[in-house]
């Protein structure tokens, strides 16, 4: 399956490059092939570390089984949250909803704080009525730059109070 482009839609208010009727921007996410890869490559290690430390004690054959078991269960882990990671924003002018690729509500809440690693991940932290916090982590190869600009700029504020 491959990966469709990401479709941006008109900005959330006036202040937003590109809009000009003040409606709400959604933003549809890609597959982070990034973050897949990561994630495999943590299933891998975590696996053969078991048959490193397992190896010696057990014997080659005997630890194959116990290591097998761990790349399973991790794997499926790693289905599952894939599965589950959002796959739409919808940026208002006081909240940021959040869907998975299924179109379930994962989130929606105020954008509180935002943390920034370079250009490769933004993390925000999303506040709902409740005061209750979800942090949602994004990858560079998920969103457009244009996109990840101004969700960078949105936790900026939130986390200076300025929403």
Same mark, same amino acid.
Request: with cysteine; net charge positive; charged share 15%.
């Given at each position: ?16 490059p ?7 921007q ?13 994630v ?7 696996s ?12 080659g ?27 739409? @924003?919808?940026?208002?002018? +006081? !909240? /940021?909803?959040?869907?998975? =690729? %299924? ?6 809440? *105020?954008? #509180? ?22 942090? @949602?982590?994004?990858?560079? +190869? !998920? /969103?457009?730059?244009?996109? =990840? %600009? ?6 900026? *504020?939130? #986390?200076?109070?300025?929403?």
């Amino acid at each position: 399956m491959t990966p469709q482009p990401a479709q941006v839609h008109p900005a959330p208010f006036p202040g937003f490059p590109g809009s000009s009727d003040g409606r709400p921007q959604t933003i549809v996410l890609r597959p982070s092939a990034w973050l897949r890869g990561a994630v495999s490559l943590f299933v891998a290690l975590a696996s053969a570390a078991v048959f490193a430390a397992l190896a010696p004690r057990m014997g080659g054959w005997h630890a194959v089984l116990p290591a097998c078991a761990v790349f399973a269960g991790l794997a499926l882990w790693a289905v599952r949250q894939d599965r589950a990671a959002p796959g739409a @924003l919808k940026v208002g002018p +006081d !909240a /940021l909803t959040v869907w998975d =690729r %299924r179109g379930t509500l994962l989130c929606q809440g *105020r954008v #509180a704080g935002c943390s920034q690693w370079s250009g490769w991940l933004l993390m925000l932290a999303l506040v709902d009525d409740n005061g209750r916090s979800h942090p @949602l982590l994004l990858t560079a +190869d !998920a /969103l457009p730059a244009d996109a =990840r %600009r101004e969700l960078a700029v949105l936790g900026r *504020r939130g #986390a200076h109070g300025g929403l």
